[in-house]
Nanobody
Framework: QVQLVESGGALVQAGGSLRLSCRASGETFTKNRMGWFRQAPGKQREFVARMFLKGTPEYADSVKGRFTISRDNVRNTVNLQMNNLEVEDTAVYYC????????WGQGTQVTVSS
């Protein structure tokens, strides 16, 4: 059974930083994409960042220059370093992986206060 478990969500002031982590178990995604989506209250889930283990990461325009995605093959994890957070970044952040189908984590809450 594949599980994606996120951690690192918290309440932070605008301008602050957070690091989200997601560990996959039950499957390895070495040759597949992993990434992050988010869903703000009253809005649809949206893409944030994704990458293969090696290669150029992809980012949503709204987070370019502030967020950095990274992966650790040994730990089977994907991380999201979020800097210069804005109130508009407040959302539940979901870990995502794709291997013949989409896999999702349960989500971790990020709240940015002004």
């Amino acid at each position: 059974q594949v599980q994606l478990v996120e951690s690192g969500g918290a309440l932070v002031q605008a301008g602050g930083s957070l690091r989200l982590s997601c560990r996959a178990s039950g499957e390895t995604f070495t040759k597949n994409r992993m990434g992050w989506f988010r869903q703000a209250p009253g809005k649809q889930r949206e893409f944030v960042a994704r990458m293969f283990l090696k290669g150029t990461p992809e980012y949503a325009d709204s987070v370019k220059g502030r967020f950095t995605i990274s992966r650790d093959n040994v730990r089977n994890t994907v991380n999201l370093q979020m800097n210069n957070l804005e109130v508009e970044d407040t959302a539940v952040y979901y870990c995502w992986a794709y291997k013949f189908q989409d896999y999702w984590g349960q989500g971790t809450q990020v709240t940015v206060s002004s």
